[in-house]
């Protein structure tokens, strides 16, 4: 960190700042999240701020340049990024097995690293971050669509009572490739229908299409009552 700073450092560091939370705020924007561009340039706006604060409080009068080893310079940074962590758990929800929102505040909690960076002076570092961060949100959104990941479904069909369809629908669904288990066995709306619910998994990429084709071949064969897909690779 500079021990002198100019208002020209100041006015270079604050505009990095918004450009680097415009770069990265307008990737989460375009994707409906809630923390999009004006929060992202916010966040990154504090902890530039609070940095270029500290530094024009390094004052040197009256001190050796000894004196310096001895200062706590990391006291600020962590403060700012412990009170980023609350904002950050604050756009994580979830609901059931699903939970959305991590990415939005891994996001947050870089902008504001970056956000130390550049209000420090560290104008290299914050803008190669900058562009690390970029990078990881667009190129390798679609790396990360062609992960094959787990998914899962609560399938619920009505069947007559004392049919073999606990374990017909496994036998049904394993070639191809779906795996399910049996999980519930409740009375239907009369005496003369059963509900049966499975637990359907199978992995695939979050680029390949839902599981339509498994909707159809259940729905030839059984009345389907719900299909709820209880997980989602998205965060």
Same mark, same amino acid.
């Given at each position: 960190?500079?021990?002198?700073?100019?208002?020209?450092?100041?006015?270079?560091?604050?505009?990095?700042?918004?450009?680097?939370?415009?770069?990265?705020?307008?990737?989460?924007?375009?994707?409906?999240?809630?923390?999009?561009?004006?929060?992202?340039?916010?966040?990154?706006?504090?902890?530039?701020?609070?940095?270029?604060?500290?530094?024009?409080?390094?004052?040197?009068?009256?001190?050796?340049?000894?004196?310096?080893?001895? /200062?706590?310079?990391?006291?600020?940074?962590?403060?700012?990024?412990?009170?980023?962590?609350?904002?950050?758990?604050?756009?994580?929800?979830?609901?059931?097995?699903?939970?959305?929102?991590?990415?939005?505040?891994?996001?947050?909690?870089?902008?504001?690293?970056?956000?130390?960076?550049?209000?420090?002076?560290?104008?290299?570092?914050? /803008?190669?971050?900058?562009?690390?961060?970029?990078?990881?949100?667009?190129?390798?959104?679609?790396?990360?669509?062609?992960?094959?990941?787990?998914?899962?479904?609560?399938?619920?069909?009505?069947?007559?009572?004392?049919?073999?369809?606990?374990?017909?629908?496994?036998?049904?669904?394993?070639?191809?490739?779906?795996?399910?288990?049996?999980?519930?066995?409740?009375?239907?709306?009369?005496?003369?229908?059963?509900?049966?619910?499975?637990?359907?998994?199978?992995?695939?990429?979050?680029?390949?299409?839902?599981?339509?084709?498994?909707?159809?071949?259940?729905?030839?064969?059984?009345?389907?009552?719900?299909?709820?897909?209880?997980?989602?690779?998205?965060?």
């Amino acid at each position: 960190m500079p021990l002198h700073t100019t208002w020209q450092d100041v006015v270079v560091r604050l505009v990095l700042t918004m450009i680097a939370g415009a770069m990265i705020g307008f990737n989460r924007g375009v994707r409906g999240h809630a923390a999009g561009l004006r929060t992202t340039i916010l966040v990154g706006l504090a902890a530039s701020v609070a940095m270029i604060q500290a530094n024009i409080l390094l004052s040197i009068d009256g001190k050796t340049t000894g004196s310096f080893a001895v /200062m706590d310079l990391m006291r600020l940074p962590l403060g700012i990024l412990t009170g980023v962590g609350f904002i950050g758990g604050g756009a994580i929800l979830r609901r059931g097995d699903l939970v959305t929102g991590v990415t939005t505040a891994a996001t947050l909690w870089m902008m504001t690293v970056i956000g130390l960076c550049l209000g420090g002076g560290q104008i290299g570092l914050g /803008m190669t971050a900058t562009g690390l961060t970029i990078l990881t949100l667009w190129a390798l959104k679609w790396l990360d669509m062609w992960i094959p990941r787990e998914n899962r479904v609560m399938l619920v069909v009505k069947v007559e009572p004392g049919s073999s369809s606990i374990s017909d629908i496994p036998a049904l669904l394993a070639p191809m490739g779906y795996k399910a288990q049996f999980r519930r066995h409740t009375r239907g709306d009369d005496a003369q229908q059963a509900k049966l619910s499975f637990e359907v998994f199978w992995r695939n990429p979050e680029i390949m299409s839902q599981p339509a084709d498994l909707l159809k071949l259940v729905n030839e064969r059984y009345q389907v009552v719900s299909f709820e897909l209880t997980s989602e690779s998205r965060h």
